[in-house]
């Protein structure tokens, strides 16, 4: 296996073995640059940690190699882009990340099934992966990989914490979220934005799974997770979708966190 800092002038530093890699990278980050994280077996559960700031990222990749860009503003590249991040995330000349294969009693765990914090826009054989037919002005801080970063900070709208999946007013936005895999799920949470008056909320909204079936899920104005006892065995993803508004003068509902309990 191995972790890889790929800049313009090609690898920069890189940490090679069989298990549990450590990289100290001890240089500032430029625009262009990216981690490559290469693996031996796919498809295969990892732990990999982008950056010390950040959690670690239990992700099923179908994969062997997944490239991972520096997060740049792309109107001003000289700029690191921490809007949606913590501000201390990828800043600086000393950089930890970290990769593993997952422990068999990991694989086994009930836990969030929807959480990755290094999810990308793209899909790159990196999962759980969400995408959407919508995210507001294609900003960083209303994107739909917001939804699965495991930050559940609802209160307000900017910055981060609160980095939420923005809809831009449209009636038939819809936000999909796949696991890779097959799994199974007893539990749907779904954590809303809650800074009101400035915030609306969604009264109703229908998830669909692949196999077909789906259901009509109710709300209401709360900053509380809601939760839906919901089991589906063998699923590969859900969507989100019918998002039916509130009668409320706010034009702005929000989807903070997805939540997907399972094995």
């Given at each position: 296996?191995?972790?890889?800092?790929?800049?313009?002038?090609?690898?920069?530093?890189?940490?090679?073995?069989?298990?549990?890699?450590t990289?100290?990278?001890?240089?500032?980050?430029?625009?262009?640059?990216?981690?490559?994280?290469?693996?031996?077996?796919?498809?295969?559960?990892?732990?990999?940690?982008?950056?010390?700031?950040?959690?670690?990222?239990?992700?099923?990749?179908?994969?062997?190699?997944?490239?991972y860009?520096?997060?740049?503003?792309?109107?001003?590249?000289?700029?690191?882009?921490?809007?949606?991040?913590?501000?201390?995330?990828?800043?600086?000349?000393?950089?930890?990340?970290?990769?593993?294969?997952?422990?068999p009693?990991?694989?086994?765990?009930?836990?969030?099934?929807?959480?990755?914090?290094?999810?990308q826009?793209?899909?790159?054989?990196?999962y759980?992966?969400?995408?959407?037919?919508?995210?507001?002005?294609?900003?960083?801080l209303?994107?739909?990989?917001?939804?699965i970063?495991g930050?559940?900070?609802n209160?307000?709208?900017?910055?981060?914490?609160?980095?939420?999946?923005?809809?831009?007013?449209?009636?038939?936005?819809?936000?999909?979220?796949?696991?890779?895999?097959?799994?199974?799920?007893d539990?749907?949470?779904?954590?809303?934005?809650?800074?009101?008056?400035?915030d609306s909320?969604?009264?109703?909204?229908t998830?669909?799974?692949?196999?077909g079936?789906?259901e009509?899920?109710?709300?209401?104005?709360?900053?509380?997770?809601?939760?839906?006892?919901?089991?589906?065995?063998?699923?590969?993803?859900?969507?989100?979708?019918?998002?039916?508004?509130?009668?409320?003068?706010?034009?702005f509902?929000?989807?903070?966190?997805?939540?997907?309990?399972?094995?």
């Open positions: 296996m191995q972790i890889a800092v790929i800049t313009a002038q090609g690898t920069a530093c890189q940490v090679l073995g069989s298990d549990d890699l990289m100290g990278y001890q240089a500032q980050y430029q625009p262009g640059d990216k981690l490559r994280f290469t693996v031996d077996q796919v498809p295969a559960f990892y732990v990999i940690r982008v950056d010390g700031a950040m959690d670690e990222a239990y992700v099923y990749l179908t994969q062997d190699t997944v490239d860009p520096i997060p740049f503003d792309p109107e001003n590249p000289m700029n690191l882009t921490r809007i949606s991040y913590s501000p201390g995330s990828f800043i600086g000349q000393l950089h930890y990340i970290t990769l593993r294969r997952a422990r009693e990991e694989t086994k765990n009930y836990r969030n099934l929807a959480k990755n914090v290094m999810d826009h793209d899909d790159v054989g990196c759980p992966h969400v995408h959407a037919n919508v995210e507001t002005r294609g900003e960083s209303f994107a739909a990989r917001n939804t970063d930050v559940l900070a209160a307000c709208h900017y910055p981060w914490p609160f980095q939420s999946w923005g809809i831009g007013q449209r009636e038939d936005a819809e936000l999909t979220l796949e696991f890779g895999r097959p799994v199974d799920m539990e749907l949470r779904l954590i809303t934005r809650a800074d009101f008056p400035h909320w969604w009264e109703r909204a998830v669909t799974f692949s196999d079936t789906s009509v899920l109710h709300m209401e104005k709360s900053a509380a997770p809601h939760v839906f006892p919901i089991r589906r065995q063998g699923i590969t993803w859900l969507k989100l979708g019918q998002l039916i508004r509130a009668d409320d003068p706010s034009p509902p929000a989807l903070t966190q997805i939540e997907v309990y399972g094995r």
